[in-house]
Structures are given as structure tokens and as C-alpha cells.
């Protein structure tokens, strides 16, 4: 049985493949997240990371 997830309602998100997603909201359970981007200048939300992604198994 899964455990249930513990929405952090300060944290949305909607990649339902990350193992930290809330599958019925759409919310993040981690206490906190890391931002980061794989640019050297970014200037769009596409040039930023969530870097605390961890893919769903």
C-alpha cells in the first residue's frame, strides 16, 4: 500500500513523474526544493531546474 502523501501546499507542481509528486494534487511532499538552472545566463522559466527531481519508479 502507498503511504500517503503530505502536500506541501507551498511547493505546486505537475510533474506527476517525480516520486515526490502528490498524485491527487498537484503539490510537491518535500519540505523544501532546489531551483537551479543549466545555463550560464538564463533569461526563461525553460533555462531553470528543479534539481530536487527524483524520477518515479
Known amino acids: 500500500m502507498k503511504p500517503c502523501c503530505h502536500a506541501n501546499k507551498s511547493i505546486q507542481c505537475t510533474v506527476s513523474q517525480c516520486k515526490n509528486h502528490c498524485d491527487n494534487e498537484n503539490y510537491?511532499?518535500?519540505?523544501?526544493?532546489?531551483?537551479?538552472?543549466?545555463?550560464?545566463?538564463?533569461?526563461?522559466?525553460?533555462?531553470?531546474?528543479?534539481?530536487?527531481?527524483?524520477?518515479?519508479?
Not at 30 to 44: A, F, K, Q, R
Open 28 to 57: 510537491c511532499s518535500l519540505d523544501c526544493i532546489t531551483v537551479g538552472t543549466h545555463e550560464i545566463n538564463p533569461t526563461v522559466d525553460q533555462c531553470t531546474d528543479c534539481q530536487s527531481f527524483e524520477r518515479k519508479l
